[in-house]
Nanobody
Framework: HVQLVESGGGSVQPGGSLRLSCAAP????????MGWFRQDPGKEREGVAA????????YYVDSVKGRFTISQDNSETTLYLQMNNLKPEDTGIYYC??????????????????????WGHGTQVTVS
């Protein structure tokens, strides 16, 4: 397991934008399925976006399609989540996570956080 570190959360008004970053110092995320999860108090942690870094293939849940973009930098050391046109329902703690090396994002990645073995501590996003 690798400790991930998120940054970039904050408070914005509806319609605003934020960019989240995720890194693991000294670790290169080649050929991993990496995801961004959101958790509201009292609710299950839900994946909102994922990327297989080996191919760059991206995945989104319907509620964020067209508004969120997951990407990585060229060095494959930092994962981003660009969030535009934010809505109050986007509020929550956002976590970066990674599946073990070489496992794809196949299957129901959004509702199976237990298949991701490396996690960050989360960053708060508030839209109001």
């Amino acid at each position: 397991h690798v400790q991930l570190v998120e940054s970039g959360g904050g408070s914005v008004q509806p319609g605003g934008s934020l960019r989240l970053s995720c890194a693991a110092p000294g670790y290169k995320w080649s050929r991993h399925c990496m995801g961004w999860f959101r958790q509201d108090p009292g609710k299950e942690r839900e994946g909102v976006a994922a990327m297989y870094t080996g191919s760059g293939t991206t995945y989104y849940v319907d509620s964020v399609k067209g508004r969120f973009t997951i990407s990585q930098d060229n060095s494959e050391t930092t994962l981003y989540l660009q969030m535009n046109n934010l809505k109050p329902e986007d509020t929550g703690i956002y976590y970066c996570a990674a599946r073990p090396f070489f496992l794809s994002c196949a299957g129901d990645w959004s509702s199976t956080p237990e298949t991701f073995t490396s996690w960050g501590h989360g960053t708060q996003v508030t839209v109001s």
